[in-house]
């Protein structure tokens, strides 16, 4: 019988659903699985219709980082350099996330651990099942947090508990996440697709020129100076003043009536 696709590809409209799928594993990444999400991430980057993508996984996880049954060493064997592996496939992944110019969802299911929690936090918009956990697993097999975890976390919980939380591997609990400003929200597990999907379609409808500008802007405010962030506002404010989602936006207002974004 046929090997089941690592990751699976659904659209709504302009709605994209890319689900992690090696439940057996916690949907843990083998190369099969890396190269399957770049395929679709890339092919949903370059379509138009797609304006907004839920990342999730099948089973019970979301991600449980690199898949370690890959990485056992025969005694006295090479090690394997790991380097590599982060260039080819986690580093791309987490760039192409943070650039794609398209807002993406995490909907983190169940645990969510090593690559696989930052995975989750490289995403635009976390949301996750109460019953979810999110570990820094690194510290437990000798290795750092990766996929931009010693960057993201300092950034969204503060140096103290980053360094807590990665070094001693604390498995955070969904409703712990979101009151440390880990994610966006902690929601009921039975109802975390539905509540991803309708934040996902509302994103979707959009303006996502504006959304894309968005995300790009805040990003940048953790690098650069109020100086360059107020020039680089003028800048995004002068491309989207001549964006029709603008002209229809404003067109929508002065007739009481809702906005049809198109996404360009
Ligand atoms: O290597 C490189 O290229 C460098 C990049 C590294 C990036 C990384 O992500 S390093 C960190 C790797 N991940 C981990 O260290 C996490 C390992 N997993 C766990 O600690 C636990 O599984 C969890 C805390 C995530 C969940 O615990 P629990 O008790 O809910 O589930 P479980 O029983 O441990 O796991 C269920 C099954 O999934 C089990 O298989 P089995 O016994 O039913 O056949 C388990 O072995 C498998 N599984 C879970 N995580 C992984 C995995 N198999 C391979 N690799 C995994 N990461």
């Not at 907004?52 to 025969?74: E, K, N």
């Not at 697709?193 to 894309?212: H, I, W």
């Not at 109020?226 to 207002?253: I, K, N, P, T």
Request: aromatic share 4%; proline share 5%; net charge negative.
């Amino acid at each position: 019988m046929a090997e089941p696709s690592p990751v699976l590809l659904e659209t709504h409209g302009a709605l994209a659903i890319v689900t992690l799928n090696r439940p057996d594993r916690l949907n843990s990444f083998n190369e099969a699985q890396h190269r399957a999400l770049k395929a679709a991430i890339d092919a949903l980057a370059a379509d138009p219709g797609c304006r907004a993508i839920i990342l999730t996984g099948a089973g019970r996880g979301f991600c449980a980082g690199q898949d370690l049954s890959d990485r056992v060493q025969p005694e006295g064997g090479a090690a394997p350099d790991l380097g590599s592996t982060l260039e080819t496939f986690y580093n791309p992944l987490i760039r192409t996330i943070r650039a794609l110019p398209k807002p993406v969802i995490a909907a983190v299911n169940g645990v969510a651990a090593g690559a696989g929690a930052n995975l989750a936090l490289a995403c635009d918009i976390v949301l996750a099942a109460k019953s979810a956990k999110f570990i820094q697993a690194f510290s437990k097999i000798g290795l750092v947090p990766d996929s931009g975890g010693t960057w993201m976390l300092p950034r969204l919980v503060g140096e103290a508990r980053a360094k807590a939380l990665t070094m001693l591997a604390i498995p955070v609990p969904a409703e712990e996440a979101e009151r440390i400003g880990m994610i966006y929200r902690a929601v009921e597990d039975a109802t975390l697709m539905e509540e991803a999907m309708a934040l996902g379609t509302r994103l979707a409808d959009a303006p996502t020129l504006g959304l894309a500008d968005t995300k790009v802007l805040i990003q940048k405010a953790f690098t650069q100076g109020l100086d360059a962030q107020l020039d680089d506002e003028r800048d995004a404010q002068r491309r989207l003043g001549r964006s029709a989602d603008y002209a229809e936006g404003v067109r929508a207002f002065m007739e009481k009536r809702e906005a049809r974004f198109e996404g360009r």
